[in-house]
């Protein structure tokens, strides 16, 4: 009989240490008990070096958040410094940033199915079109081509500069001219790419430092400039024609040291969110860069943020003190508050999921 409770004294003790709740009403699943379906995937990048880096997913059906899924699944660590993270179809593909590649899962279970390697320093992944996606890069000037068929590097497209993130419209890419950490050349121009022919078509100039770009419902292309590292230049917000490519609009911000990034679009695809200390929403029509902010973020270690393409809602990533886990604040669209998600080490990035 005594036997018998202690084993039964067991199981609780490690049901419970494989589901715990957390302090914000989510449960927390640190098995390897991952369950896809409707909701989002957590990029958190880890430390620099350390190779911590994590991908946890929020079932929201579930009201469940499943803990570092690319560990629990594949029994090794994903990687140093996942940055972002695209679903095509079936698959998941995580740019792991320091480790130079990119992991292919299949969303289903989890499992790796590739190791794409050989970039010099990847950002983002953009599927172009069934075949193939282009992959932006701070090191190298060149854009890379992935074939989606064969998991592997079909070639590259010489910019001239290093890029970062990007959007598409009528067939062309055009890619954030960001930094000119390892290259001489100015980082104030948007690359555009011919995604048919996979060649380099022309620079647009913009503000330096353009951080971030979203296609708006009338297929316009929308690029935040932080103005540089040193603050050389107002910060500026541009709206760009994705056919002629002319600048149609150009809003500068009220001080030089603002710092404005994180650029992201509503889904209706007419009101713009974007981050400078607080989050800020703006409509398409204005011609001002608006003063009063949708949500006040306080004293968070904001890491940027996220808009859900379907409901709206806003959810923020605090990197807390950079060394233990993060928290993802969650908003409505109206900038009220909801609850927060407790995710891993600097959370940078979250990819939704409406399979």
Same mark, same amino acid.
């Given at each position: 009989?005594?036997?018998?409770?202690?084993?039964?004294?067991?199981?609780?003790?490690?049901?419970?240490?494989?589901?715990?709740?957390?302090?914000?009403?989510?449960?927390?699943?640190?098995?390897?008990?991952?369950?896809?379906?409707?909701?989002?995937?957590?990029?958190?990048?880890?430390?620099?070096?350390?190779?911590?880096?994590?991908?946890?997913?929020?079932?929201?059906?579930?009201?469940?958040?499943?803990?570092?899924?690319?560990?629990?699944?594949?029994?090794?660590?994903?990687?140093?410094?996942?940055?972002?993270?695209?679903?095509?179809?079936?698959?998941?593909?995580?740019?792991?940033?320091?480790?130079?590649?990119?992991?292919?899962?299949?969303?289903?279970?989890?499992?790796?199915?590739?190791?794409?390697?050989?970039?010099?320093?990847?950002?983002?992944?953009?599927?172009?079109?069934?075949?193939?996606?282009?992959?932006?890069?701070?090191?190298?000037?060149?854009?890379?081509?992935?074939?989606?068929?064969?998991?592997?590097?079909?070639?590259?497209?010489?910019?001239?500069?290093?890029?970062?993130?990007?959007?598409?419209?009528?067939?062309?890419?055009?890619?954030?001219?960001?930094?000119?950490?390892? $290259? $001489?050349?100015?980082?104030?121009?948007?690359?555009?790419?011919?995604?048919?022919?996979?060649?380099?078509?022309?620079?647009?100039?913009?503000?330096?430092?353009?951080?971030?770009?979203?296609?708006?419902?009338?297929?316009?292309?929308?690029?935040?400039?932080?103005?540089?590292?040193?603050?050389?230049?107002?910060?500026?917000?541009?709206?760009?024609?994705?056919?002629?490519?002319?600048?149609?609009?150009?809003?500068?911000?009220?001080?030089?040291?603002?710092?404005?990034?994180?650029?992201?679009? $509503?889904?209706?695809?007419?009101?713009?969110?974007?981050?400078?200390?607080?989050?800020?929403?703006?409509?398409?029509?204005?011609?001002?860069?608006?003063?009063?902010?949708?949500?006040?973020?306080?004293?968070?270690?904001?890491?940027?943020?996220?808009?859900?393409?379907?409901?709206?809602?806003?959810?923020?990533?605090?990197?807390?003190?950079?060394?233990?886990?993060?928290?993802?604040?969650?908003? $409505?669209?109206?900038?009220?508050?909801?609850?927060?998600?407790?995710?891993?080490?600097?959370?940078?990035?979250?990819?939704?999921?409406?399979?």
């Amino acid at each position: 009989m005594k036997q018998s409770l202690y084993i039964v004294f067991l199981l609780i003790i490690i049901i419970c240490s494989c589901n715990k709740d957390n302090d914000f009403g989510e449960q927390v699943d640190s098995s390897s008990g991952y369950h896809f379906g409707a909701g989002f995937f957590i990029v958190n990048e880890g430390n620099f070096n350390q190779g911590n880096g994590s991908v946890y997913f929020n079932n929201s059906v579930q009201n469940k958040v499943y803990e570092n899924i690319f560990l629990q699944k594949n029994g090794r660590p994903l990687g140093d410094v996942p940055l972002s993270m695209s679903l095509i179809k079936t698959m998941g593909y995580i740019v792991v940033n320091n480790s130079g590649k990119i992991e292919v899962v299949e969303l289903d279970e989890f499992l790796s199915v590739a190791a794409i390697e050989g970039f010099p320093s990847p950002r983002y992944l953009l599927q172009v079109d069934q075949e193939k996606a282009y992959v932006s890069d701070l090191k190298s000037t060149s854009m890379t081509v992935v074939d989606l068929k064969s998991n592997e590097i079909a070639g590259t497209i010489e910019c001239g500069k290093s890029t970062d993130r990007m959007v598409m419209t009528s067939d062309k890419v055009f890619a954030c001219n960001w930094s000119a950490y390892y $290259n $001489n050349e100015e980082n104030n121009t948007i690359s555009v790419i011919d995604g048919i022919n996979d060649d380099f078509i022309e620079y647009i100039e913009v503000t330096k430092e353009p951080n971030s770009i979203v296609l708006d419902k009338n297929q316009n292309i929308w690029v935040l400039c932080s103005g540089g590292f040193m603050n050389e230049e107002i910060p500026a917000l541009y709206c760009i024609d994705g056919n002629s490519h002319a600048i149609l609009k150009k809003l500068k911000f009220p001080e030089i040291a603002s710092n404005p990034g994180h650029l992201t679009i $509503n889904p209706a695809g007419d009101s713009l969110l974007f981050l400078n200390n607080d989050i800020f929403i703006m409509d398409l029509e204005e011609d001002a860069i608006p003063l009063n902010s949708l949500i006040s973020l306080d004293d968070k270690v904001v890491n940027g943020f996220s808009s859900d393409p379907v409901d709206g809602k806003i959810y923020v990533y605090n990197a807390v003190n950079y060394q233990q886990n993060g928290l993802v604040h969650v908003y $409505n669209r109206d900038g009220e508050f909801l609850k927060n998600i407790e995710v891993g080490i600097i959370p940078g990035y979250i990819s939704f999921s409406q399979p």
